[in-house]
């Protein structure tokens, strides 16, 4: 904008309308471009900054050009040019990298169809950018933001406050995992044979981590912050594409369709929790849950189709927990005895206290809440449910169902005291006052 342009001005609107194209181009083709340029400089730190260079050369030439017909290759063509530039000018550079510097040189020379050089690499290259943002050398935490900045397109200030972060100790995050990556000299590829299955594991934990925050935020005023659930949903419908035959994979995927579909009955319009119970299941997403239970009946052909039956994972024994609350149309229709034995063989495959109290709330469902209070008790003792504010949660419903109201009333107190998110803690104040009796 000149100085002499009004805002609104007939100059103005055109490369206003270009500058929220080339926002949307960028949005869809970033991972793919920093994919692309991770490639080829081995550097996923320096993959970024010369994606956001070709950027900012596309917001001064495509408002007066247009857009090319291939955004992705023009960016990354773009940038490959400035990496050669870089290795040029730079007198102390490895010896790699002026060999390096000639290959791109080669490259581009030898291959002038950018397009097609580009749509025959692409998937292994998001793959390969999946499998090194989630590499087990970083900490869980620097895992999840590294792989909503490269993949998710989220600023660092958009990662600090979806998961209630100062802003700096993300950026340190990010910083400190790019570096580690380059010092550790990660290679850009995707893991094969043994190495497969466990990089497989650290891919998903990322983004159910991701999703979880979304679906429930562990502390802050909002019960949900749906964008990360959006994030995370994208990011394991690209993984199921891009590894179309690990079963685990789509189990991960159906899980959260289905936990997805229930968002808009899961908080009243004012931001208040509403239990499973009480939600208003006309309001689940149809698409979602058909979505979900089709990626579960994806993972099971896949499995079926296999000499060796490996059997069902943990994602997609989850999976299929959550079918059986999606099936049901009503509460009472829930097939409980089903979800006991589900939680019972997820027990015996990842065992986990937290799945042992859920493995209780399904126990109770199908065989009363004395039944469900007895392992509730059992697990009263284990160090890492001590500041579980769900622990006391669960054991106060159950006393309460039993009538032992007093009782409830100091659990759900208790569990309000545990937890850091304010809506949660307004749900469980509110249900220890209703624990009250008319004597009190």
């Given at each position: ?225 749906p964008t990360l659930c ?16 690990e079963t685990e994979v ?24 509403v239990l499973l119970f ?163």
């Amino acid at each position: 904008m000149t100085a002499t342009d009004p805002p609104n001005s007939p100059q103005q609107v055109p490369h206003q309308a270009s500058y929220r194209t080339i926002e949307a181009v960028w949005s869809i083709e970033r991972a793919r471009v920093i994919a692309g340029l991770t490639r080829l400089t081995r550097d996923v730190g320096l993959a970024e900054d010369l994606a956001q260079e070709a950027l900012v050369a596309a917001l001064e030439k495509w408002p007066k050009s247009g857009v090319p017909d291939n955004p992705a290759a023009w960016l990354t063509a773009t940038a490959k040019r400035r990496a050669i530039d870089l290795f040029r000018r730079n007198a102390v550079a490895q010896r790699k990298h002026s060999e390096l510097a000639r290959e791109l040189e080669a490259l581009e020379q030898t291959s002038p169809d950018l397009d097609s050089t580009l749509d025959n690499t692409i998937g292994d290259d998001l793959l390969r950018l999946v499998f090194i943002a989630c590499h087990p050398i970083l900490p869980t935490e620097s895992r999840a933001a590294l792989t909503l900045r490269l993949l998710g397109g989220l600023t660092t200030d958009e990662i600090a406050r979806a998961f209630l972060t100062p802003e700096p100790t993300i950026a340190q995050r990010i910083v400190r995992a790019k570096r580690t990556l380059a010092d550790k000299h990660i290679p850009f590829e995707v893991p094969r044979g043994p190495e497969l299955a466990a990089r497989i594991s650290s891919v998903l934990e990322v983004i159910y981590l991701i999703f979880n925050e979304g679906y429930s935020a562990t502390a802050g005023d909002d019960l949900m912050r749906p964008t990360l659930c959006e994030d995370a949903l994208r990011l394991g419908r690209i993984l199921a594409e891009l590894t179309p035959q690990e079963t685990e994979v789509h189990g991960l995927v159906g899980l959260m369709e289905i936990q997805a579909s229930r968002t808009r009955a899961r908080v009243t319009s004012t931001g208040e929790p509403v239990l499973l119970f009480d939600q208003n299941r006309a309001h689940w997403d149809q698409l979602l849950i058909h979505r979900g239970l089709t990626a579960i009946e994806r993972a099971y052909k896949i499995n079926a189709a296999r000499e060796t039956n490996s059997g069902s994972g943990p994602y997609l024994l989850q999976a299929e927990i959550a079918a059986c609350h999606a099936r049901a149309r009503t509460p009472s229709e829930t097939d409980w005895p089903r979800i006991v034995i589900l939680y019972t063989e997820l027990a015996q495959l990842t065992p986990s206290p937290v799945i042992e109290l859920n493995r209780a709330v399904a126990v109770s469902m199908a065989h009363g809440p004395q039944a469900g209070l007895t392992l509730v008790d059992a697990l009263a003792s284990e160090p890492s449910l001590a500041r579980y504010h769900l622990l006391p949660s669960v054991r106060a419903d159950l006393l309460y169902k039993l009538g032992r109201h007093p009782e409830a009333r100091a659990e759900f107190e208790r569990a309000a005291a545990l937890t850091r998110n304010t809506r949660e803690r307004d749900l469980l104040l509110a249900r220890a006052a209703s624990c009250q009796t008319p004597t009190e």
